[in-house]
Structures are given as C-alpha cells and as structure tokens.
C-alpha cells in the first residue's frame, strides 16, 4: 500500500471518527418544538378533561386547547446536529441548558417542580373562573408547607385553611401568627381548618425554635388561599408540566359555568400564566406553542400581551389575539362572536 493510500485511509478513519463524535458527544443546549394540544372541553377517556361539581354548570361549543412544548428531557442528551437542525426548523429552537435546566437539578427535582407548578396554574385558575363569573370567593390563611418532624408534623396538612386558632378567628395570614406568639413552649394550640370541604380541628403541642430559644412554633409556613364551595377537578390524561395553561385552563372553567357558549364553536387554542386575580402573564416557547396550535387546526390563539415582542416576523394563518386579563380573554371571544367582530379584537403590534 501506497503512502498516499495509507495517508487517505487515515483520513478516511479520522473523519469517520469525528463524524460519529459529532452524533455521539452531547452538547450543553436543548430543543424546543411544538408538542402537540389538548382540548380543555373535551376528555380524557370516558371523564372530562375539567370536571365541575356544586354549582350549575352549562353546555359548551367549540374546542379550546392548551399548547405544549416538546423540549428534551432533563437528563436526556442533544446532539450537535440535531442542535442545529432544531436551531433551523420553523416553530422550533435550540437554547443553553442552563437557561431551561438549573444545573444540579435531577431529572426527578426539574419534574415535581413543573407538577407544583401545573397545580398552582390550575388552583389558581379555578380562583381566577370564579371571580369572573361572580362567584364568592373568600381569601383565607393556607398552610403552605409542613417541617417533617415539627409539631404540626401529620396534624396539619399542606392546602389546609385555616378558620380560627384557640377559637379566635384568623382571616388572614398575620392574625394567624399573632395567636400563635401568645403560646409558650410547650403549650397546646388548636386549629379549626377547612380541609377538603370539611371542617377538622387539631390540637397539637407547640416546640421551641431552632433559631430564637423560648420562642414557641409549630412548624409551618403560612400563604394565602382560596376558599370556595364549587369543587373542580382536572385530569389531563397525561402528564404535563408548568404553569401556562392557566389562563386556558380559566377560560375553560368560565365556559362551562357561565351561559351561553363562550367560543361559539370555534376552534381557539392559547397560552399564558394566570392569578387568582385574572392576570395573564408571559410564558416561553411562544412561537413553538403557536406551531402546536396551527398542527391542531385552531383559527385564533390567545397569548399574553407581554409575549408580542417575542413573535418578530412571525407569519400564522390563525388570528393571534393579545390578552393581559382574563377579561381580556373573555371580551376578546365574545367579540369575535359579534357581526362584524373579527378583525376589532386586540391583536399584538
């Protein structure tokens, strides 16, 4: 053999070697591209997707479907073609791991974190319905987490409400705490908490601070919640992660409580985060979320008014209706649903 024959097969094997580092070697990114909807009025298996109990509920018309991401996984691996072909392809996107991933973070930790925030969205969504459709609603103290091993250790359980403590009302999350600092170490303190639709009373025995001695807890922490007689369920049928179905998700249960069909049989999809209080916040993955949406045969999409300088030149068939509240979002669809509506709802600059 040659030295120029030895020289190409040499070559030959060093390319072929780069070629496979190139599919096998991760890279630090990960993709984004549309992942598919869900209709929120629709079901999953023989069960709604959303399921409303304790107040009249009315016929809905229509689909409206939330948006998903597809993003490779926390401990999945990218390589660097397919960073680029995803960097390349309409209604996708690559970005540093890091900026989606916290490093150190399992794959286990990034996932209970993406379900406490899909369950946050749709506490907070079922707050958010309510008090657009009229619905009494009434802020209360919540217990929000428990110390393992305190006093309040199995007593008392994160979502519990708390009425009254030794008998006083507590309406709000400071009036809570000023009866508890009354007790000494060592004393016996009741709650009377409105847990699952029950009322349930705990006595348990106060412990001393780890940080401030002779100062008397009972290992918890305090947020505001949301009591209401309604009680509304959601199964997706999948599981799915994040907070940015709220918005679709309260539209969703506005529909079905309120008369007269809100979509009018068309078919909307959207995004966005929402609050109790009906705001609709930014999320990301818009473009990839509108793709999704597009597959999916929608014809309007919903999206925060904060995301509109994330479209760019964005191109879509759909009409792409901004919102900020979710009576944005309500007055948005009942205008589409006027003669002469489409083209007077609020679209992004």
């Given at each position: 053999?040659?030295?120029?024959?030895?020289?190409?097969?040499?070559?030959?094997?060093?390319f072929v070697g780069l070629?496979?580092?190139?599919?096998?070697?991760?890279?630090?990114?990960?993709?984004?591209?549309?992942?598919?909807?869900?209709?929120?009025?629709?079901?999953?298996?023989?069960?709604?997707?959303?399921?409303?109990?304790?107040?009249?509920?009315?016929?809905?018309?229509?689909?409206?479907?939330?948006?998903?991401?597809?993003?490779?996984?926390?401990?999945?691996?990218?390589?660097?073609?397919?960073?680029?072909?995803?960097?390349?392809?309409?209604?996708?996107?690559?970005?540093?791991?890091?900026?989606?991933?916290?490093?150190?973070?399992?794959?286990?930790?990034?996932?209970?974190?993406?379900?406490?925030?899909?369950?946050?969205?749709?506490?907070?969504?079922?707050?958010?319905?309510?008090?657009?459709?009229?619905?009494?609603?009434?802020?209360?103290?919540?217990?929000?987490?428990?110390?393992?091993?305190?006093?309040?250790?199995?007593?008392?359980?994160?979502?519990?409400l708390v009425i009254s403590?030794?008998?006083?009302?507590?309406?709000?999350?400071?009036?809570?705490?000023?009866?508890?600092?009354?007790?000494?170490?060592?004393?016996?303190?009741?709650?009377?908490?409105?847990?699952?639709?029950v009322k349930t009373e705990?006595?348990?025995?106060?412990?001393?601070?780890?940080?401030?001695?002779?100062?008397?807890?009972?290992?918890?922490?305090?947020?505001?919640?949301?009591?209401?007689?309604?009680?509304?369920?959601?199964?997706?049928?999948?599981?799915?992660?994040?907070?940015?179905?709220?918005?679709?998700?309260?539209?969703?249960?506005?529909?079905?409580?309120?008369?007269?069909?809100?979509?009018?049989?068309?078919?909307?999809?959207?995004?966005?985060?929402?609050?109790?209080?009906?705001?609709?916040?930014?999320?990301?993955?818009?473009?990839?979320?509108?793709?999704?949406?597009?597959?999916?045969?929608?014809?309007?999409?919903?999206?925060?008014?904060?995301?509109?300088?994330?479209?760019?030149?964005?191109?879509?068939?759909?009409?792409?209706?901004?919102?900020?509240?979710?009576?944005?979002?309500?007055?948005?669809?009942?205008?589409?649903?006027?003669?002469?509506?489409?083209?007077?709802?609020?679209?992004?600059?």
């Amino acid at each position: 053999m040659t030295r120029q024959t030895w020289t190409a097969f040499a070559s030959a094997i060093v390319f072929v070697g780069l070629a496979i580092l190139l599919v096998v070697v991760p890279v630090p990114f990960v993709t984004w591209g549309p992942g598919g909807a869900r209709n929120t009025l629709g079901q999953a298996g023989n069960e709604p997707i959303i399921k409303v109990r304790g107040i009249q509920t009315y016929p809905t018309t229509g689909e409206l479907d939330m948006t998903i991401v597809a993003t490779t996984a926390a401990d999945g691996r990218l390589s660097l073609p397919g960073a680029l072909v995803n960097y390349w392809l309409p209604h996708h996107d690559t970005l540093p791991r890091d900026s989606i991933y916290a490093p150190g973070k399992s794959a286990a930790q990034v996932e209970a974190e993406d379900a406490d925030q899909m369950e946050t969205a749709q506490d907070d969504a079922v707050v958010a319905a309510l008090r657009a459709a009229g619905q009494p609603v009434t802020e209360m103290p919540v217990v929000f987490s428990v110390t393992v091993g305190g006093p309040a250790h199995r007593l008392l359980v994160p979502g519990d409400l708390v009425i009254s403590v030794d008998g006083v009302l507590t309406p709000d999350v400071e009036s809570v705490g000023r009866q508890i600092q009354q007790h000494q170490v060592g004393d016996r303190v009741t709650f009377l908490v409105w847990r699952k639709h029950v009322k349930t009373e705990v006595t348990l025995t106060t412990a001393q601070s780890s940080t401030q001695p002779g100062v008397a807890i009972v290992g918890i922490t305090l947020s505001t919640g949301y009591r209401y007689d309604p009680q509304i369920s959601f199964d997706l049928g999948q599981r799915i992660g994040g907070p940015s179905a709220g918005l679709v998700f309260a539209l969703a249960i506005y529909d079905k409580i309120t008369a007269g069909p809100l979509l009018a049989g068309r078919h909307v999809a959207g995004t966005g985060t929402i609050t109790p209080n009906g705001d609709v916040g930014a999320i990301g993955g818009i473009q990839e979320k509108i793709g999704s949406a597009e597959k999916q045969g929608a014809t309007a999409f919903l999206l925060p008014a904060a995301n509109c300088a994330d479209l760019a030149d964005l191109k879509s068939a759909m009409t792409l209706i901004k919102v900020a509240t979710l009576r944005d979002a309500v007055s948005a669809l009942q205008t589409l649903d006027t003669p002469g509506g489409a083209g007077r709802e609020p679209a992004c600059p």
